[in-house]
């Protein structure tokens, strides 16, 4: 196992936990449908307010989402310089 040095490790577990958390973090956010009927009059859901649920899943969503990516960046670039 050439390739698994200490930082391959580390960013492979925030890559995983990031991961889950971009996972639920999408799952817990209502669908379009429920927020469209909403933002109608029809839902009491308070989606556009500072501080709701849904912006702090969103906020959640898109941190997750750019640490997944930016750790598997650096895992990948890691592990090719410990292979050669």
Do not use: C, D, H
Not at 13 to 34: C, D, G, N, P, W
Not at 38 to 67: C, D, H, N, Q
């Amino acid at each position: 196992m050439k390739g698994l040095t200490a930082p391959v490790i580390i960013f492979g577990i925030i890559s995983l936990v990031s991961a889950i958390a971009l996972i639920l973090s999408v799952m817990f956010q209502t669908t379009k449908a429920e927020s469209f009927s909403a933002a109608l009059g029809s839902g009491s859901e308070t989606r556009f307010k500072p501080g709701s649920r849904e912006e702090w899943l969103y906020k959640i969503t898109r941190v997750s989402a750019i640490t997944w990516i930016i750790s598997l960046l650096f895992m990948s670039i890691f592990y090719y310089n410990a292979v050669e």
